[in-house]
């Protein structure tokens, strides 16, 4: 089944950190992206890593996430750190795997004050 699963969600105080991983069923590759989505409000564009290795992040998360993932792995993170309580959202993956784009579900991560 061609699939990509996020797995790491935790509920977390705030100032806290987590590693999200985003694992496919076969190879990865780019686009790579990082998503999340607050209740009530649109998803949105957290980060991402290109077909070169460059990486991309939304002004809300700089300085305080991290993406990784190599093209060609199964596996690509993100690492969360000082986060807020309005970093809470559902944090899903999309990237190139066995000949198109794939979505996971999802992964749930709560901050709270």
């Known amino acids: 089944q061609v699939q990509l699963v996020e797995s790491g969600g935790d509920l977390v105080q705030a100032g806290g950190s987590l590693r999200l991983s985003c694992t496919g069923s076969?190879?990865?590759?780019?686009?790579m992206n990082w998503y999340r989505q607050i209740p009530g409000k649109q998803r949105e564009l957290v980060a991402y890593?290109?077909?070169?290795?460059?990486?991309y992040y939304a002004e809300f998360v700089k300085g305080r996430f991290t993406v990784s993932g190599k093209n060609g792995g199964n596996t690509m993170y993100l690492e969360l750190t000082d986060l807020k309580v309005e970093d809470t959202a559902v944090y899903s993956c999309?990237?190139?795997?066995?000949?198109?784009?794939?979505w996971g579900r999802g992964t749930q991560v709560t901050v709270s004050s």
């Open positions: 999309s990237a190139f795997l066995h000949g198109g784009i794939v």
């Open positions: 076969g190879p990865i590759s780019s686009p």
């Open positions: 890593v290109s077909s070169g290795g460059d990486t």
